[in-house]
């Protein structure tokens, strides 16, 4: 199975074309940048594409990370991936960003649990918890900092996600510390691909996953349609 995998939901902008049969990365590519996602990610794609020697009809399915994250760049990731894979009949799978975060983490296959945190802004994060064989413990949502200190009562935490460092600074000096802290600025685009080829693309749609009401409305012409 190949996949063509796309993340545009944080401060990244990836694309990566695996093998999943012979389990070979054949070509990636990760930009860290704030803003110009849209500007940058065709080229980026066209660039990966060529480097992995297959074309379009290659595919067997395209993976993009569908949020939480910024809903411009949400936009931008699951626009590009509906239309190559509408272009090319290729069945498009959404992943989320929180998933993508702790993919890695789960596949270390270690007790302790796990805890993926995105800046929200205003002292609040998108945060999920799950158990190291990536059970899940809180199921994903938007709250305040002071909130995901309920995941202390399952001991000592790994973290992950560009809030990881946020939360860890602020983690109550009466609870366990975390035992590892990776803030990274957004998923590792080789996990968002292996989800793709783990993830059948009817139980998970390539529809943007929010967890709250966009701040403002997009502008006529950029309106992701609903493609259930």
Same mark, same amino acid.
């Not at 063509?4 to 694309?15: F, G, H, N, V």
């Not at 500007?39 to 660039?47: G, H």
């Given at each position: 199975?190949?996949? *063509?995998?796309?993340?545009?939901?944080?401060?990244?902008?990836?694309?990566?074309? *695996?093998?999943?049969?012979?389990?070979?990365?054949?070509? !990636?590519?990760?930009?860290? #940048?704030?803003?110009?996602?849209?500007?940058?990610? #065709?080229?980026?794609?066209?660039?990966? #594409?060529?480097?992995?020697?297959?074309?379009? $009809?290659? $595919?067997?399915?395209?993976?993009?990370?569908?949020?939480?994250?910024?809903?411009?760049? *949400?936009?931008?990731?699951?626009?590009?991936?509906?239309?190559?894979?509408? &272009?090319?009949?290729?069945?498009?799978?959404?992943?989320?960003?929180?998933?993508?975060?702790? &993919?890695? $983490?789960?596949?270390?296959?270690?007790?302790?649990?796990?805890?993926?945190?995105?800046?929200?802004? /205003?002292? /609040?994060?998108?945060? !999920?918890?799950?158990?190291?064989?990536? &059970?899940?413990?809180?199921?994903?949502?938007?709250?305040?900092?002071?909130?995901?200190?309920?995941?202390?009562?399952?001991?000592?935490?790994?973290?992950?996600?560009?809030?990881?460092?946020?939360?860890?600074?602020? %983690?109550?000096?009466?609870?366990?510390?975390?035992?590892?802290?990776?803030?990274?600025?957004?998923?590792?685009?080789? %996990?968002?691909? %292996? *989800?793709?080829?783990?993830?059948?693309?009817?139980?998970?749609?390539?529809?943007? =996953?929010?967890?709250?009401?966009?701040?403002?409305?997009?502008?006529?012409? =950029?309106?992701?349609?609903?493609?259930?």
């Amino acid at each position: 199975m190949i996949i *063509l995998a796309i993340d545009t939901a944080l401060d990244y902008c990836a694309a990566a074309v *695996l093998d999943a049969g012979t389990r070979t990365m054949l070509a !990636q590519e990760t930009l860290e #940048m704030k803003r110009g996602h849209a500007e940058a990610l #065709m080229p980026l794609i066209a660039r990966v #594409m060529k480097a992995s020697g297959r074309s379009y $009809l290659d $595919l067997d399915r395209v993976a993009v990370t569908t949020g939480p994250g910024s809903f411009t760049g *949400l936009r931008v990731g699951i626009s590009a991936a509906r239309g190559i894979g509408l &272009a090319a009949s290729k069945p498009v799978v959404g992943l989320t960003t929180l998933s993508a975060y702790v &993919a890695p $983490l789960v596949a270390e296959q270690q007790e302790q649990p796990i805890v993926a945190a995105i800046d929200a802004r /205003h002292d /609040h994060v998108y945060c !999920q918890t799950v158990a190291g064989n990536g &059970a899940p413990l809180i199921r994903p949502a938007i709250m305040p900092i002071e909130e995901t200190f309920a995941a202390a009562r399952f001991g000592a935490l790994r973290m992950v996600g560009n809030a990881a460092r946020i939360l860890a600074d602020r %983690w109550p000096r009466n609870a366990p510390m975390p035992s590892l802290v990776d803030p990274k600025p957004g998923p590792d685009i080789g %996990w968002v691909a %292996w *989800l793709g080829a783990a993830t059948e693309p009817e139980s998970a749609p390539a529809k943007p =996953f929010y967890l709250r009401p966009p701040d403002a409305k997009p502008k006529p012409g =950029f309106i992701v349609p609903d493609m259930r």
